[in-house]
């Protein structure tokens, strides 16, 4: 066993949850069509100048198995924190991994807008950004808090600068 199950209580977690029914929104770089995934990708959307939807780059499908990958190329060894989870691909970073924070905000203004035609219960963002303002003025920031205020779970990666300022 790895410490990081035992120190969030995974072992307590009912295993009767799959993530059957629900429907994660994830900003990223795409989604490739990837065995794992099937046919869980059920919304593509792209706002970079690729506009095909798909990851170039590879992060995005990387969090989308992180996510809702099924075990299928692992023969069930590897799988995401809920396999049974729908996904709606919001591609907003092109094959070298970048994007800009104009990008992801229109990405996040169409994940509360579609929210209901979609049913999305959950939106994933993992990037960093260097930005450095306050979170009052930061609009990155006002554009996450209307996802949630629209009664989204809102799941944002910490980020790889450890415990620096700002990090």
């Not at 209580?9 to 994660?24: A, E, I, M, Q, S």
């Not at 046919?39 to 095909?52: I, Q, W, Y």
């Not at 970048?98 to 994940?111: G, K, P, Q």
């Amino acid at each position: 066993d790895l410490v990081w199950q035992e120190l969030v209580r995974l072992h307590k977690v009912p295993t009767k949850f799959d993530g059957r029914g629900v429907r994660v929104a994830l900003i990223d770089s795409g989604v490739a069509n990837v065995p794992d995934l099937r046919n869980r990708v059920v919304a593509r959307v792209d706002f970079t100048e690729e506009r095909d939807g798909l990851d170039t780059f590879g992060h995005g499908t990387h969090m989308a198995g992180l996510i809702a990958g099924d075990g299928t190329s692992s023969a069930g060894f590897w799988k995401g924190a809920a396999p049974g989870a729908d996904l709606i691909s919001l591609k907003v970073a092109s094959w070298n991994g970048a994007t800009d924070t104009s990008s992801v905000i229109a990405a996040l203004r169409w994940v509360v807008t579609n929210k209901t035609r979609y049913n999305i219960r959950i939106v994933s963002l993992s990037f960093g950004t260097d930005g450095t303002q306050s979170y009052r003025s930061d609009p990155l920031d006002r554009a996450v808090e209307r996802a949630w205020q629209a009664g989204i779970v809102v799941v944002a990666s910490a980020g790889n600068l450890g415990p620096l300022p700002g990090s």
